[in-house]
Structures are given as structure tokens and as C-alpha cells.
């Protein structure tokens, strides 16, 4: 299994811009997915993001045009760029690796937009 650690998450206000890190403890070269996403209070673990090891990229509907996945396969890492920041995209983030048949999860990072 891949290890994920999160970081990069807090408090910021409404318009503001956050920057999430996922770093992986192999390489992510032989990861095919790698993914963002998020749980707020009382409602399900949603898919904000995805990357494949291609580069292709897919996001939801409410993050689409505010929100960027890419990765840094130098750093084993993944990131999620996330501006003009709304209080309803405010969750604990996590960060998910697909890798042949083997599903990981990070251990999640909260966000919170103040209005």
C-alpha cells in the first residue's frame, strides 16, 4: 500500500487561495491515479480531482475553472491549487492513490472557508 501524507490545509477567507500538497512514499510513476477529495460535516466523501500517470485531468462540476491537480513526479507528489475559495468548499481534504489493484488514502487535511 501507498503511504500519503497531506499538508497545506487551514483556515482562509472567502477569495482566497489555498495550495494542498500530497506527498507519496513510492514513486508515482506506477501509481495510475491519483486523486483529491473531500468530506464536508454530514455529507458524503466526494471526488473534487483526478490525475492519471498520463496527465489527464478531471474535476467536478462546483470546483471546475477555481480548482488545479498536477503532479511533481520528481517529488512523488501531488498537488491541488485551489482559488477563489468559497465557504461551501470547506472539508477535510484527502488525498487517494490507485495503484494496479490497491486503493490508499491520506490521512485527510481540513479547509475552512470563512465568509
Known amino acids: 500500500q501507498v503511504q500519503l501524507v497531506e499538508s497545506g490545509g487551514g483556515l482562509v477567507q472567502a477569495g482566497g487561495s489555498l495550495r494542498l500538497s500530497c506527498a507519496a512514499s513510492?514513486?508515482?510513476?506506477?501509481?495510475?491515479?491519483m486523486a483529491w477529495y473531500r468530506q464536508a460535516p454530514g455529507k458524503q466523501r466526494e471526488v473534487v480531482a483526478a490525475?492519471?500517470?498520463?496527465?489527464?485531468?478531471n474535476y467536478a462540476d462546483s470546483v471546475k475553472g477555481r480548482f488545479i491537480i498536477s503532479r511533481d513526479n520528481a517529488k512523488n507528489t501531488v498537488y491541488l491549487q485551489m482559488s477563489s475559495l468559497k465557504p461551501e468548499d470547506t472539508a477535510v481534504y484527502f488525498c487517494?492513490?490507485?495503484?494496479?489493484?490497491?486503493?490508499?488514502w491520506g490521512q485527510g487535511t481540513q479547509v475552512t472557508v470563512s465568509s
Open positions: 487517494n492513490a490507485v495503484r494496479y489493484a490497491t486503493v490508499s
Open positions: 490525475i492519471t500517470s498520463g496527465g489527464t485531468t
Open positions: 513510492t514513486s508515482i510513476f506506477s501509481i495510475n491515479v
